[in-house]
């Protein structure tokens, strides 16, 4: 099965305006931590935003929010007032405690449009 | 503080030869994970260091790749004969702490692209 699903290959979203990528997870261990990187067209992996999966509040880093629901198993990014300099393909990914593996999805292209 | 490295950026070899990637993560970071990125896909894990021994290595092909972490500290992953499908980029990341609970993201060098033909 997959640990990190993220069913959106791609996405446009007009520049200033909000935007949700959507990921869902998989796991049995209580304790697992939920990231998001950022993959630009030059290549490298740039970490945005934590949730671990006891923190009671969705973690929140400038203009990125997490929405973590764990019943439902889902750790969505949103992305608010979107900037040209958004455009790139975003990762979730997973750390489960027992393996310390990080579990990465096939990932979501991000187009801003101006 | 110096981020992870890695070399070569680029290497373009032929089917058949042989090619090893370096890594150097950041300073005191116990487990070592190096990725295969095919081209449009998300990182898949080839293998896990823990200090230097290996925690996770079961989608390694190891008929043709290979890795080492010496003294627990660099690595290198070698691939054995090439193989036109092994094309990608291949990324190491380093990450603080085995687990506390506490974020301790992985970190990303900038990654080796390889091109086989």
């Known amino acids: 099965a997959q640990k990190i699903t993220q069913t959106q290959p791609g996405m446009f979203v007009q520049e200033k305006e909000a935007v949700t990528l959507d990921c869902t997870y998989d796991?049995?261990?209580?304790?697992?931590?939920l990231f998001w990187y950022k993959q630009p067209s030059s290549g490298e992996m740039i970490f945005l935003i934590y949730q671990g999966s006891y923190d009671e509040q969705n973690a929140t880093e400038g203009r990125y929010s997490l929405n973590f629901q764990k019943a439902r198993k889902s750790a969505n990014l949103v992305i608010s007032a979107s900037q040209l300099g958004d455009s790139a393909m975003y990762f979730c990914?997973?750390?489960?405690?027992?393996?310390?593996?990080?579990?990465f999805g096939s990932g979501t292209k991000l187009n801003v449009k101006p | 503080e110096a981020g992870v490295a890695q070399s070569p950026r680029y290497k373009i070899i032929e089917k058949r030869q042989s090619v090893a990637f370096w890594c150097n993560p950041i300073?005191?970071?116990?487990?070592l994970y190096w990725y295969q990125q095919i081209l449009g896909q998300g990182p898949k894990l080839l293998i896990q260091f823990q200090n230097n021994g290996v925690v996770d290595d079961s989608q390694l092909p190891k008929d043709r790749f290979s890795a080492e972490r010496l003294k627990g500290v660099d690595s290198t992953l070698k691939i054995q004969p090439a193989k036109l499908e092994d094309s990608a980029v291949y990324l190491c990341?380093?990450?603080?702490?085995?687990?506390?609970?506490?974020?301790?993201?992985?970190?990303f060098g900038q990654g080796t692209r390889l091109t086989v033909v």
């Open positions: 796991t049995s261990d209580q304790s697992y931590g």
């Open positions: 990914a997973m750390r489960e405690r027992s393996f310390n593996k990080f579990y």
């Open positions: 300073s005191g970071h116990a487990t």
């Open positions: 990341a380093s990450s603080p702490v085995y687990w506390t609970g506490a974020k301790a993201e992985a970190f």
